[in-house]
């Protein structure tokens, strides 16, 4: 079972639409992550938080807006997203510093669907 | 520049062993990981080798690492039928912040196992 938990698991929205992408971890860990992965393609990274303040951001549109609440929770907020967003959304989370090997966590990620 | 290739697809009979290669491009690459898709799923930490480690075993996997080729290698032993998924090999290179590794992916092998 994975311990980083993401809601909802399917998402369908319109394009004028405004929905939100949930995760939640519970290792303590203090980075967290979004990517995007279309079809049988690797993962695409879009954010890092690292201690709940944004690291990285991989030059990804504003119309995906990310937002890190507290240690355990992540956010993706979304807002007039076109058909082509449409992908698989994946929340990650780590321990942060080089001293730490860096593996991943993921979560079973949220299928989004943008008609 | 940082390029991480891997062959695309791999048929094996249930039983055999499977051997998934990969090849990266970064030599100050810290560690190397093997992830794990099933379909539908998130992705699966299956194991990671440090670059200064030439080979590592858990259970029915065996990682090779070549660094003088930059060849990393996924043995997996008497292949089931649950192993069937898409393999992505990850190398981390060195972050420029201090904190947060960057990963850079494969395209993914998808493993096919036949009964």
């Known amino acids: 079972d994975t311990e980083v938990t993401q809601t909802p698991k399917h998402l369908v929205m319109g394009m004028t639409n405004k929905k939100s992408l949930k995760c939640e971890q519970h290792?303590?860990?203090?980075?967290m992550y979004w990517y995007k992965q279309k079809a049988k393609k690797p993962p695409e990274l879009m954010f890092v938080?690292?201690?709940?303040?944004?690291?990285i951001n991989e030059s990804v549109p504003s119309r995906f807006s990310p937002e890190c609440p507290n240690s355990s929770l992540l956010n993706l907020h979304l807002h007039a997203l076109q058909p082509e967003d449409s992908a698989l959304y994946l929340c990650?989370?780590?321990?942060?510093?080089?001293?730490?090997?860096?593996?991943?966590?993921f979560g079973e990620g949220s299928r989004l669907t943008v008609l | 520049g940082e390029d991480v290739e891997q062959s695309l697809f791999l048929s094996v009979r249930e039983g055999d062993s499977s051997v998934i290669n990969c090849t990266y491009t970064?030599?100050?690459?810290?560690?190397l990981y093997w992830y794990k898709q099933e379909p539908g799923a998130g992705l699966q930490l299956l194991t990671y080798i440090f670059s200064n480690m030439d080979m590592k075993q858990d259970q029915r996997l065996t990682v090779l690492l070549n660094k003088k080729d930059k060849h990393l290698s996924l043995r997996i032993a008497d292949t089931q039928t649950g192993d069937s998924a898409i393999y992505f090999c990850?190398?981390?290179?060195?972050?420029?912040?201090?904190?947060?590794?960057?990963?850079?992916w494969g395209l993914g092998t998808s493993l096919a196992v036949n009964p």
């Open positions: 938080y690292s201690y709940e303040k944004l690291s």
């Open positions: 990650a989370s780590s321990q942060p510093g080089t001293m730490n090997t860096g593996e991943l966590f």
């Open positions: 970064d030599s100050s690459s810290t560690y």
């Open positions: 290792m303590g860990h203090r980075a």
């Open positions: 990850a190398e981390s290179i060195s972050p420029k912040d201090g904190n947060n590794r960057k990963l850079i």
